[in-house]
């Protein structure tokens, strides 16, 4: 909690260091001790924002260092409500070279001047403050050695491309799938979240999509806005520019005829309840062209209801088996069991277990050992201990959420950040730039 507090506040921070750059760009030359004084503050700001990725650090702040972090969010706060309402009263802000003359003619009345130094001196007192605080209470900034990079992370993450435990089920539906039958044929691969319904989806969508006319990937999520994914549907089959902002049974009435004389392949991603199911498929028609539908879902009654009838099947996922789980796992950090040294062997097999045979759960705990030296028995014992407290029977979630929780505390610090940003947006939304950068 004390890093997802931090990386909030450094988020804020830069943010309003941006702003103050603006402030000090070379279009303001003319007004010298504006800019020294921003300067000023400026430099201030830094040196805390490195002070707080110091302690995104450390795992546990005292007391007093966890209130000096939440004062400099709340004091970056205020300054940031200080300079926008500067902006927005000198100019606008959209217009950035007429902001900037138009700041420079303001300034050169007596009022707007003594109006802005009244500002730039509660800005100030603001950093002064806070800055005075750090010092009367001592606080101390721990740092922690920084990881070193091990090179072979790239390697391994291409060589996860082989999937592990997938083979069987992959090789299943396709031999299902691409038989000779001309009805619509509809599989529910349905399990629980990290076994890799997704992964197998898509490994048997690239084997089998070169065998027909067209084929797409429809995300539906918890929440579905259905015209939204319909409507993405439809630019995948090349022909959705027109249809944006149509009302719901045009979009159903465009896909349909946009299939009706073709033969098509098309993956429903995490369908969570059959009333959005029984939207979806009205999409799809049954032409006899030996179309194919393929849902995942982790309920297994939605993954029944699309599966009513003699042309469709439930493939239900199984965690991988224990001699899956260790070559999944030992590929990607050792690209092999036997090239794991000897005195990590007893620990890497406790962390298996804890994973619970989940290849979400054993692909992210891996990529965190391999993001340092493979000989820190320290660091492996350090993982280890984090995940003791998990109950051998409740694997599914609790080690999923201790698993994603280490490797979230592992991440560089702007990208812990920028992950924080992104969680802002509901699952599966489609994220404007211009949209994640105004935040």
């Known amino acids: ?50 002070a707080l990725e110091c302690l995104a650090d ?16 709340e004091m970056s706060y205020d300054i940031e409500d200080i300079v926008n309402d500067f902006m927005c009263k000198i100019g606008e802000k959209h217009k950035k070279s007429g902001f900037v003359h138009e700041i420079i003619q303001r300034l050169k009345t007596s009022k707007d001047r003594h109006q802005i130094a009244g500002q730039i001196e509660e800005i100030k007192k603001l ?23 091990d090179q072979r992370v790239v390697a ?18 396709v031999i299902w799938l691409e038989d000779e039958e001309k009805k619509l044929k509809i599989v529910s691969i349905v399990g629980f979240g990290g076994l890799g319904k997704t992964t197998l989806a898509n490994e048997v969508y690239r084997k089998l999509k070169g065998e027909f006319h067209c084929g797409g990937f429809v995300p539906v999520s918890q929440k579905p806005n259905i015209s939204k994914l319909l409507h993405s549907l439809l630019i995948q089959l090349g022909c959705g520019q027109s249809f944006k902002d149509c009302e719901l049974n045009v979009l159903l009435d465009q896909l349909r005829e946009n299939l009706e004389n073709k033969r098509y392949i098309i993956i429903i991603d995490d369908l969570w309840d059959v009333s959005a199911w029984g939207i979806i498929k009205c999409a799809f028609p049954e032409n006899d062209l030996g179309s194919r539908l393929i849902v995942t879902t982790r309920i297994k009654n939605v993954g029944e209801a699309c599966c009513l009838g003699h042309h469709k099947r439930i493939l239900e996922m199984k965690p991988l088996s224990e001699e899956d789980s260790r070559k ?21 097999v406790e962390i298996l277990k804890k994973c619970g045979g989940l290849p979400l759960a054993i692909i992210s ?23 003791r407290s998990v109950s051998d029977t409740n694997l599914t979630l609790e080690a ?40």
Not at 58 to 73: C, F, G, S
Not at 140 to 146: A, E, I, K, Q
Not at 421 to 439: A, H, N, R, S
């Open 328 to 348: 999944l796992f030992f590929d990607r950090i050792f690209c092999s069991e036997e090239a794991c040294p000897g005195q990590l062997r007893d620990v890497s």
């Open 1 to 50: 909690m004390a890093g997802i507090m931090v990386s909030a506040s450094t988020g804020v921070m830069n943010s309003l260091l941006g702003k103050l750059a603006t402030l000090m760009g070379d279009e303001f030359a003319k007004l010298k001790n504006l800019r020294n004084e921003v300067k000023d503050i400026s430099n201030e700001l830094s040196s805390m924002k490195d």
């Open 58 to 73: 450390v795992d546990e702040l005292d007391i007093q260092t966890a209130r000096w972090r939440d004062a400099v969010r």
């Open 365 to 387: 705990i891996s990529s965190l050992l391999a993001s340092g030296s493979s000989h820190q028995y320290e660091r492996w014992k350090l993982v280890w201990n984090s995940l």
């Open 156 to 173: 391994l993450y291409e060589n996860a491309s082989k999937r592990v435990g997938m083979e069987g089920p992959t090789n299943e539906l």
């Open 127 to 149: 950093v002064h403050e806070t800055s005075e605080r750090r010092e009367r209470y001592r606080l101390n900034v721990l740092t922690s050695g920084n990881l070193a990079v």
């Open 400 to 439: 999923m959420r201790q698993i994603l929780n280490l490797s979230y505390k592992n991440l560089p610090h702007h990208l812990k950040t920028c992950f924080l940003y992104l969680g802002m947006f509901p699952e599966d939304y489609i994220i404007e730039t211009t949209v994640l950068m105004g935040q």
